[in-house]
């Protein structure tokens, strides 16, 4: 049985020929530049190959990850180059981007948000070609960014506009905006390289920091088609590139002192290594987006039906790879086996292919490192006595990997507390409501949970010492992290700080004001800045 699943999966991956003419990318993408103080810079050293998750089959031999380009291995000296023209242009709060104007600034970002859309079909091609994302979800994962960017100038100018007066309080005028912090490194994840990378990015840059970027190693190429939208459109050294392993230079420039933001979208033992290395941490602002295992919380009187639609989408989107997926469904034992049941039955029907495929669930993995990892983890659960309950979960072939249904799995095994991140769905029962409770009370995580039932004084009861343990509840659906104007945050290992359209702007700033006595003299004063325009930051304008 297994060896026909893994032919199953074998045959789904493509020759050359079968690929679609619109979903091709074309001849392979070898970068040779980096921006740095506003320059594309040549490299003619070290490149590493992009190997895409998709595999193709050559005659009738098996099927191989295909190349689709390279871009520079760089080191230390690269990223003090990159990392001094991004000093270099903050210029402790002199230099052109941290003085311009709020409406200066979104003008720029708004030339580069037209520009950035320009590219929007080889953007998505790469997306979906460089992490095996579907066609679909390549689509809109771009144009959820492009929301987003839109929607956090709108909040910029709100926020400003709102600041836009001078608060008098106890014989003291003062009018009080927020300033930018300095240079920030961002660093965005793999499974959303641009609209997590942007979540950070952008944000930080409309508030006035300037920008060293280290792209993540899966999804590298996809920023490359918007380095000159960046030097066009921001001024010299605003943005400034590195592509090097992040392990040989990320610390070498917190270590320099340097560094005033750290951006990351990562694990939370590499964002405690790397904060370590600044030299004066209490200096260092962190926004951290980090580990999640959140759980699924499946009540006797659940809605069956709707728990299984919502579990399905919430353990299996872009295969699981997603830090608000659910990793731990805990379903109450008088309704489990019918919920398995009615689970892998809904699982049969996901359609597993390749990227560009209408319609597709189940798409290739980014190595096969990947599918060693999870077939770990199974073999430990079941070696513990939990067994795959669905046909044909687990088997692999190359970076393809059929999800697994896993049950029963308990405290010992990797998958009850470890993050999976990928398609392995574990299911526990639980006999008291006290269980899963004490699972998130006692998880190292603190992102979501979703809890599906309909009692109200359960679920209400449920809520209350929930919401002290992670920081989105939701009622009868999966984990997610939209709409973008809600907030976005983590406690425990999850992540640090908050992020929204509008605590994103709030992260990369902080609250300065300029004080007066409420005196003749200072109201004559302040007067002659505000009608003279003598400065940008003591001003009375209005955004539209």
């Known amino acids: 049985m297994a060896h026909k699943a893994f032919e199953n999966l074998q045959q789904l991956f493509p020759s050359a020929g079968d690929i679609p003419e619109d979903a091709r990318l074309g ?39 295909v190349a689709i380009g390279s871009y520079p291995v760089m080191g230390e000296a690269e990223s003090d180059a990159a990392l001094d023209a991004a000093v270099r242009a903050y210029d402790h709060g002199r230099g052109e981007w941290p003085t311009m104007t709020v409406g200066q600034r979104i003008a720029c970002m708004q030339d580069f948000i037209r520009r950035m859309v320009a590219e929007r079909h080889q953007i998505v091609n790469l997306i979906m070609w460089e992490i095996g994302k579907s066609l679909a979800d390549s689509q809109k994962e771009f144009d959820r960014t492009v929301s987003y960017m839109r929607d956090t100038i709108a909040a910029l100018k709100e926020q400003d506009n709102s600041n836009s007066r001078f608060t008098i309080a106890e014989g003291t005028i003062g009018q009080i905006r927020r300033t930018p912090l300095g240079v920030v490194l961002c660093m965005g994840p793999y499974n959303y390289p641009l609209n997590e990378t942007f979540a950070t990015l952008i944000p930080a840059l409309l508030m006035g920091n300037t920008v060293v970027f280290k792209p993540p190693q899966y999804g590298t190429l996809l920023f490359y088609p918007l380095l000159d939208a960046f030097r066009a459109a921001f001024p010299r050294g605003v943005i400034n590139t590195i592509y090097a392993p992040g392990a040989v ?21 590499v964002a405690d290594h790397l904060k370590k290395q600044h030299p004066k941490s209490h200096r260092l602002r962190a926004i951290l987006g980090l580990d999640a295992k959140n759980a699924a919380i499946v009540l006797p009187d659940a809605d069956i039906d709707l728990a299984v639609k919502e579990c399905l989408l919430g353990a299996l989107s872009f295969n699981g790879q997603r830090c608000t997926a659910l990793k731990m469904l805990m379903v109450h034992r008088s309704i489990v086996d019918t919920f398995i049941e009615r689970f892998t039955d809904a699982l049969a029907k996901l359609k597993v292919g390749m990227p560009w495929e209408p319609g597709v669930s189940i798409t290739p993995l980014p190595g096969m490192h990947r599918t060693a990892y999870l077939t770990e983890a199974i073999e430990d659960a079941k070696a513990k006595g939990a067994r795959v309950v669905n046909e044909g979960g687990g088997v692999f072939c190359k970076t393809l990997f059929y999800p697994a249904v896993v049950y029963p799995v308990e405290e010992g095994m990797t998958l009850y507390r470890e993050e999976q991140f990928g398609p392995i769905i574990p299911i526990t029962p639980f006999d008291d409501i006290a269980t899963p409770l004490e699972y998130v009370i006692t998880s190292d995580h603190g992102q979501q949970v979703s809890i599906f039932g309909t009692d109200p004084a359960q679920i209400g009861a449920l809520i209350d010492p929930l919401v002290n343990q992670v920081c989105r509840v939701n009622l009868n659906c999966q984990c997610q992290r939209g709409p973008d104007v809600f907030p976005f945050a983590g406690r425990k290992d999850s992540a640090e700080g908050t992020l929204s359209v509008t605590d994103a702007l709030r992260a990369f700033s902080i609250r300065s004001m300029v004080a007066a006595r409420q005196t003749d003299e200072s109201r004559a004063l302040l007067d002659a800045i505000v009608t003279d325009h003598k400065s940008k930051f003591v001003n009375t304008r209005f955004i539209f």
């Open 249 to 269: 230079v990320v610390p070498h420039m917190l270590a320099s002192g340097k560094i005033d933001v750290l951006a990351l979208i990562g694990s939370s033992k």
């Open 27 to 65: 001849a392979p993408i070898h970068q040779r530049v980096s921006l740095v103080d506003g320059a594309l810079k040549s490299w003619d050293g070290a490149c590493k190959t992009v190997l895409s998750p998709v595999c193709v089959r050559q005659g009738s031999g098996e099927p191989e990850q």
